[in-house]
């Protein structure tokens, strides 16, 4: 796999880098010959299998495993000073890009576009200190912890690892880290499949500007039904699953639709009317219907089981060195955030409400100012008219006309008087209204001020340095490639399946004994128990001697199992 060079160029490039930015650093742990570094990196490597957790369980190791390799083990503070001299020269991020280069040439040879699944694992970090803190899913529980972003290409091969901090969001760095590998692995990507975590609207905005194809799903968390949508063409059989059919669709809501550029494939069991899963996205023009399910269900396989493997086989939830600095604390400022939003909210309603009041009291004086005009005008119509009708009387004239008018008066005044007391009446509901608002808003205002205000974000809290994670991600990683390259070059076809924690109790620990020739290095395996077991170890010594393989000095590899009792 070429991985051999790989690492030993990054280890040099990054330590020539330190030693010109720091002329007087001791890197006497990272020689400048990087051939000299294997025997440490060895036992970094293969801690997982011999059982070893962290560098300090070395303390007290007492095995052959690393003995029968350099004929010696080194102790905790002899690896833990080499780890931290790597962390020094912050060689992490570069070796993991360049690993992940040479995976994709040994999985994937060729320049045809790659399929990659993506998810998060997240290990807990047990502190009592304040720290960044996330939702760790393992644990059911908010705490410290680091986020380590899973890549694997089809097949389930690994092509790499990274470490975040644990109240990292995938999707403010999914695309970017996307568009940075393509350029990096010169490789063009096809698609990203990923679960619900990019399901978002956000992250779906990034892809469709971004003109990159990715699978996810909608949250299980809310029901849809087929109302919703418009369907885009006719239902078709999910591929691998006669049981299940899909369509394409959009949104029905055509404000909805406008607003959302992703692009939606609907799943439900055959004779269902509603759909029991939404996948979401922006699809390959050669993707149809049937095959976005079973696409994302290969995430399952390819990458979700990867990770369990990783957990179980390569200590994927070990934290090593917790070397920190002090930065201001991002959840409490988060938290800070929302409760300023909480206040700038009430704000914006106490000023609409104060506002209203202000208009109601405004139109309740004008209207009491035209009620009275319009009374007073009256009553001067009216005082004229009774002293035309006296006249009238008085000189013996008609008097019909101006009763008939003083009449009409008065009704104009009932009439007025009533709609100014049903205008006025409304006013002052609408007014109690407000002010009765206004009073619960003040309240919660100033009670979500005095929240904001006990929130601390001038204290500081610790944010761990990941170099030290990511070298050993990279290890395990590396570790367990290496087991999938054995595996499928040399286990014999009834193992090519099992898991590196499987593989490392039935293979790689297995008793024996090992001869160091002038040109030969023979191991001789101790028999196993079971015939079928004795006869799977033997055509796998027969694929690995076919190979031809060699130590790094040159001395030919041969495995042999003595006979079967």
Known sequence: MELVEVVEASASEARATYVADHPTGQLHHVPIDATDIWSKIDHLLYMPILGLKRARDLYYYQGDGLEVLYGFTYKYMTIEHFVGQLARIQVGAPLAENLAQAYVRAWY???????????????????????????????????????????????????????????????????????????????????????????????????????????????????????????????????????????????????????????????????????TRVYTGWFRPEHTAGEIPWLHRSRWPNNELRIRDLIHGANLNCNYGYAYTEVPNRTRQREWEAAQARVEVTERQLSNDQAAVHNLRQRLAELQATQATQRRELQRQIIQSRLELQLRHRNGQSTLRVQQRIERLRQTALHHSQRFQRQQRSLLQQLYQHQTQTSVLCFRLKQRITERDAIDTETLCRERNLEKDQIMLNWQILLANLHDWAAQNYFAPEWRTLSLEKASQMIYCKAGHVTWHTDCIEVVLLPYRYRDQQRAMEATCARFNAAKLRWRDGRLLRISVMPFD
């Open 109 to 275: 040879p060729g320049d045809e576009p790659l399929t990659i699944f993506v998810d998060w694992h997240v290990k807990p970090h047990w502190t009592k200190e304040a720290s960044h803190s996330g939702h760790v899913t393992m644990w059911g529980r908010t705490m410290p912890g680091t986020k380590q972003l899973i890549l694997n290409g089809p097949h389930g091969r690994l092509l790499g690892a990274w470490n975040y901090p644990i109240d990292t969001h995938l999707g403010h760095i999914l695309v970017e880290l996307e568009a940075g590998l393509e350029h990096s692995l010169s490789r063009p990507i096809a698609c990203t499949i990923v679960d619900g975590e990019a399901g978002g609207l956000p992250i779906g905005e990034r892809y469709v500007k971004a003109e990159r194809n990715y699978i996810s799903v909608l949250p299980r968390g809310y029901s849809h039904s087929l109302t919703e949508f418009v369907l885009q063409g006719e239902w078709e059989s999910v591929k691998d699953d006669p049981e299940r059919e899909a369509v394409f669709a959009q949104w029905a809501d055509a404000k909805r639709a406008a607003e959302d550029p992703r692009q939606l494939a609907l799943m439900r069991p055959v004779e269902r009317t509603d759909p």
